[in-house]
């Protein structure tokens, strides 16, 4: 179902001569995308899912289908040394109309500035064209006073985005050239906390000297800009996949979300930290919100696909790993997982067919059989080799646990899943919940392997009060009724829908509210949106006019513009769905 107040921003198309500004369209639209995810009650799909549209000629009635909203905002890119030139126009999918464009030419020194009025411009024609719901008075804040820094940090995000070794280097190495022009950048140095965060548990490069490098760009980013998501997000990775703590996992997650409720790796998060705890409807609800703002991630339905499969429901969890690997067919740990439905649901020719030529065929098809076959014994020499193995070597899936488990080798297998418990290895965080370990859960000793300090009755179920802001308040009854009728005199009596640039502010201003409270009160007095009130008048107009004799030598796009209306696209479909039939139909009837 798609929701009416929603968007997604497809990437800028680099209108400039140099290719390599790819890199700062990119990076503009990303900007925007997380600006607008500030605005409650408007739903703004992630980046992952936007740009999954790149370069690519696709419908916008069908991309806006896929993702679930009901208006796109494209546009493109111009940089020339230090100008810049952005247009943007918003598309309502359902009839593929260009409600709004504009044209913005700024100095490049004037970047944040721009990006602040783009995106409050972009949420206000969304609000004027969807219903109301409340903006903020700035969207973008200045994260650097250095316009050349801004953009070897764009440069450097680019690149880490690319998810490689190599890439990641390189961009850590522009996120060393940002700071060393702004000192005081603190997304550039939590950027690299990341980056270094990933390379250590990654292994590419020493753990201790990855950690110790993470920790130091902390440190200094937390004296910067505590407020950034960022920064309770950089303790959620000590807190969860280091620590294994997950009550102050939940409290810094908690605090990732108050900043921005959509933010993807808090979400993510909650639901991995839920699923770990065997909350699993919690879990769901997280995985389809990480959906809903981000429905092409492959990662987002494996995780959905995690939470079904520790929930037995093979078929489902199959359906949704499925997905995972169309979006991403190198998406390793979702290979794996659809190798453990496969076994659970005994679909062994199908299991044969997709393990073809793969790593660890040894260890999948003896799992196999130990599931659903006769055999219990695990050849000796397939545990030596496992003995043998380096702990670098450590599988991404512990199947050595998985077949001793259900094997004669319980005590073995026990004492290796105690082994990597006590390094926290992040393979078998859910090893409460794996079916495959089943049959060590009454193992002495299993219940004390490791006991969460977060339990069921520590998470406050958030209130209908809680989850939506009551927007009740902001006028009352008495106040809505008094400035309805204010309204609708000021445009009886002074006809400022004849005005083709007519804004939310000016009608706002006369009445001596903003624009909040005036899209509230449109809202609440009229159950519509600003834009079809306004419409509504001016297409009353036209049908006044047009069927005066007087105007006969004017045509019907002259009258539509003389009654407000300023572009012939938004006339034509409001007209057509306001009366039945087009306007040239109903000037044939009405004058016959």
Not at 255 to 277: Q, R, S
Not at 423 to 433: F, H, P, V
Not at 450 to 478: V, Y
Request: contains cysteine; glycine residues 4%.
């Amino acid at each position: 179902m798609t929701n009416t107040k929603s968007i997604a921003v497809l990437p800028f198309v680099n209108m400039s001569n140099d290719k390599d500004n790819e890199y700062f369209c990119d990076g503009i639209t990303e900007e925007i995308i997380n600006a607008l995810t500030k605005v409650d009650q408007l739903k703004v799909i992630a980046r992952t899912s936007s740009f999954a549209f790149k370069g690519k000629d696709v419908d916008v009635r069908d991309i806006g289908s896929q993702l679930g909203v009901n208006t796109i905002l494209e546009g493109s890119i111009k940089k020339s040394q230090d100008r810049v030139r952005i247009t943007a126009q918003l598309i309502d999918v359902e009839d593929g109309t260009h409600y709004w464009s504009k044209r913005f030419d700024r100095e490049l020194i004037d970047i944040f500035d721009l990006e602040d009025e783009i995106s409050l411009a972009i949420a206000e024609e969304v609000r004027n064209n969807s219903g109301h719901f409340e903006i903020q008075e700035h969207l973008v804040e200045k994260p650097t006073t250095d316009i050349n820094a801004y953009q070897l940090f764009l440069k450097g995000r680019s690149l880490q985005l690319q998810w490689t070794p190599q890439s990641i280097k390189e961009a850590i190495s522009y996120y060393d050239q940002a700071i060393a022009m702004d000192k005081n950048y603190a997304k550039a140095y939590y950027a690299n906390l990341q980056c270094y965060g990933l390379m250590a548990m990654w292994g590419y490069i020493p753990y201790e000297k990855g950690i110790e490098l993470a920790i130091n760009n902390l440190l200094i980013a937390k004296e910067l800009d505590p407020s950034l998501p960022e920064y309770p997000l950089s303790y959620v990775g000590k807190f969860f996949w280091e620590e294994w703590d997950f009550k102050n996992a939940f409290i810094h997650i908690n605090k990732v979300l108050e900043i921005n409720p959509n933010h993807i790796d808090g979400l993510e998060a909650m639901a991995e930290l839920f699923m770990a705890l065997g909350f699993f409807e919690e879990a769901l609800n997280y995985a389809n919100k990480l959906l809903e703002v981000d429905p092409l991630s492959a990662n987002n339905h494996y995780t959905l696909a995690h939470i079904y499969y520790y929930k037995n429901q093979w078929e489902k969890a199959l359906e949704a790993v499925n997905y995972a690997l169309i979006l991403n067919p190198e998406l390793e740990l979702a290979h794996h997982l659809k190798c453990f439905c496969l076994i659970w649901l005994n679909k062994r020719q199908h299991f044969l067919e997709f393990i073809h030529n793969t790593s660890l065929l040894a260890e999948k098809k003896l799992l196999f059989e130990l599931i659903n076959g006769e055999q219990m014994e695990v050849p000796a020499k397939i545990i030596e080799k496992w003995s043998q193995r380096d702990d670098k070597e450590t599988m991404l899936v512990p199947y050595d646990v998985f077949i001793l488990s259900n094997s004669h080798h319980k005590e073995l297998a026990f004492s290796r899943l105690a082994e990597m418990i006590d390094q926290r290895r992040g393979q078998i965080i859910n090893y409460r919940q794996e079916p495959f370990l089943q049959p060590l859960h009454k193992t002495k000793g299993f219940d004390e392997l490791h006991r969460s300090n977060l339990s069921f009755s520590d998470i406050k179920p958030q209130t209908e009060e809680e989850e939506e802001k009551s927007t009740s308040t902001i006028l009352s009854d008495a106040q809505i009724k008094s400035l309805k009728e204010k309204l609708l005199t000021y445009f009886k009596e002074e006809e400022p829908y004849l005005n083709q640039q007519l804004s939310l502010k000016f009608v706002a201003e006369f009445l001596g509210l903003n624009t909040n409270k005036m899209s509230f009160l449109i809202n609440q007095a009229f159950h519509t949106n600003y834009n079809d009130f306004v419409n509504s008048y001016r297409l009353n107009h036209f049908k006044t006019i047009a069927q005066d004799p007087k105007n006969s030598h004017l045509t019907i796009l002259g009258l539509a513009y003389d009654s407000g209306f300023n572009s012939k696209s938004v006339f034509n479909t409001y007209f057509k769905k306001m009366e039945g039939v087009t306007p040239r139909a109903w000037m044939k009837a009405s004058l016959s």
